[in-house]
């Protein structure tokens, strides 16, 4: 992977296995929203997001991958360690063929990555996901934003970042409610007055993800999907395997014959695909919400339920 810093802007050349529609449409980031490509530069999707406090946009074309303002070396690192982009997918994505039951899931999930997020955006990110859907939730994590996240202006228009702790704490439970949050209003500013006071949500990065999950669990609002989620996508524990209701059909399905399986069988059907089973489920979840794998069971369900 060749990368420099061109007017600035990161260019990454020959870069493998990463599909940026994929990843950042496929529910693991709710902040991520699609505009107009460059036809003459041969874009083939674009996204602005901000990443850290930093507004940014990438783009990818059938050769580049780009995002900008990129200013320093210091800063392309910070996105490719943001993107995943430094990890072997292909030892990944070989784990995935070589089992026969997992492997009907490479051919349209390719290209997924999981992104390295900031773990108090993820945070509250996901417990506003409990009992949600992904529409749902980007539109309410957006109005978080504006009601108190930092104005970004950036390419003619106006982005927000991520609320600080200090911001969401002095919040009221009514004005959470008033942009949708509903019954999860208390969770959060609970949340966000804890960590203001200074809970570090880093030194879970080092912890046994047992001891890292049994943390997340004191918070408020947060059960082991969400726990779960928190853990793989902002804190680096690729062992982390998130269960919502695709996740559950598509086990169900893939390993077990559409028979609910006991606990324990579940635990040891994850178990079994190693310390990148967090990232696999990425694919499983991606190729499940696809091709509406075991929905026939589950009609009730919203095609993009994430409980």
């Not at 859907?133 to 970042?161: P, W």
């Not at 082991?224 to 062992?239: E, M, Q, R, Y």
Request: net charge negative; with cysteine; aromatic share 10%.
């Amino acid at each position: 992977m060749l990368f420099e810093i061109k007017n600035d802007t990161l260019i990454i050349r020959g870069l493998q296995r990463f599909d940026l529609y994929k990843c950042a449409t496929c529910g693991q980031a709710f902040r991520w929203n699609e505009c107009e490509i460059d036809q003459a530069a041969g874009e083939r999707c674009a996204f602005t997001c901000v990443i850290r406090g930093r507004a940014v946009r990438a783009a990818q074309t059938e050769e580049l991958f780009t995002v900008r303002p990129c200013a320093s070396e210091a800063q392309a690192h910070e996105y490719m360690e943001y993107f995943d982009l430094e990890r072997d997918y292909a030892e990944i994505e070989a784990l995935i063929a070589a089992d026969p039951r997992l492997s009907v899931c490479l051919p349209g999930a390719e290209g997924i990555r999981v992104f390295n997020q900031e773990p108090f955006e993820a945070l509250i990110s996901f417990i506003i996901s409990a009992n949600n859907n992904i529409k749902r939730i980007s539109g309410i994590v957006d109005r978080l934003c504006r009601l108190c996240g930092e104005k970004l202006e950036f390419m003619g228009n106006e982005l927000f970042a991520f609320p600080t702790p200090e911001a969401i704490a002095g919040l009221s439970e009514q004005q959470l409610k008033d942009i949708g949050t509903g019954y999860r209003a208390p969770y959060i500013v609970d949340t966000a007055r804890r960590i203001a006071a200074g809970y570090d949500l880093e030194r879970l990065r080092d912890m046994p993800l047992d001891a890292a999950r049994k943390e997340l669990l004191s918070f408020k609002g947060v059960g082991p999907k969400v726990a779960d989620c928190i853990l793989l996508f902002s804190l680096g524990h690729t062992d982390a395997f998130p269960i919502d209701v695709w996740i559950d059909r598509a086990m169900n399905e893939l390993f077990f014959d559409s028979v609910p399986p006991k606990k324990s069988e579940m635990r040891d059907a994850v178990a079994a695909m190693g310390r990148y089973s967090g990232i696999i489920q990425q694919y499983i979840f991606f190729h499940a919400r696809a091709v509406q794998l075991g929905k026939h069971r589950t009609e009730h369900a919203s095609d993009d339920e994430s409980a």
